[in-house]
């Protein structure tokens, strides 16, 4: 259906369902508003179904989640970790990192965790070509490099009963 509205209704409908998640995830703080108007034009909606898995521990990752509705829980070595996120939430940002060293995208980046649908949950993808494609084309810098906490570092805060800071591992 979106495919068939004029470029600029498309546009503006996408920015308008799409830009507000994009706006709370903290690498994307201080992007100009055009890049983030086509990052939302090439994000991709999936509906997970309940107890379907969006990612997977120790395989590669390659794209970056945005929780429009629904819950995603987490394991970690099959265990169900006290961890789930909601509406407006997001992980797997660091399948987007961009290592500055080489001239190819980094890939060695394994999911610390793996997140499964607890009821259905609309999702969206961000893809790490797309984010590199649509950075570099308006100017923004993807050889940024994030201090994130290692897997052994997740997996000891999984441990605990509380998490101070929901969004440093997932």
């Known amino acids: 259906i979106l495919g068939r509205l004029p ?7 996408l920015r308008e369902m799409y830009k507000t998640h994009l706006e709370t995830c903290p690498i994307l703080k201080g992007v100009e508003d055009p890049i983030l108007d086509k990052l939302c034009m090439q994000m991709m909606p999936y509906l997970a179904m309940e107890d379907d898995e969006i990612v997977v521990e120790n ?3 390659d794209c970056m989640y945005f929780i429009v509705s629904g819950t ?3 394991w970690i070595g099959g265990n169900k970790i006290d961890h789930e996120l909601g509406k407006h939430r997001y ?6 990192m961009h290592d500055p ?3 190819e995208k980094y890939s060695g980046s394994k999911r ?3 997140g499964r649908a607890i009821a259905p949950t609309k999702i969206l993808i961000l893809d790490q070509d ?3 494609r649509v950075m ?3 100017g923004g810098d993807v050889s940024f490099v994030l201090l994130l906490p290692t897997a052994d570092a997740c997996a000891e805060a999984s441990n605990k009963d509380k998490h101070d800071d929901d969004d440093k591992c997932w």
């Open 130 to 132: 797309t984010f590199a």
């Open 136 to 138: 570099a084309a308006g």
């Open 112 to 114: 610390t965790a793996t």
């Open 7 to 13: 470029p600029k209704v498309r546009k503006t409908l």
């Open 72 to 74: 995603v829980g987490f």
């Open 91 to 96: 992980f797997g940002e660091v399948a987007l």
């Open 59 to 61: 395989e590669i990752g």
């Open 101 to 103: 060293d080489q001239d």
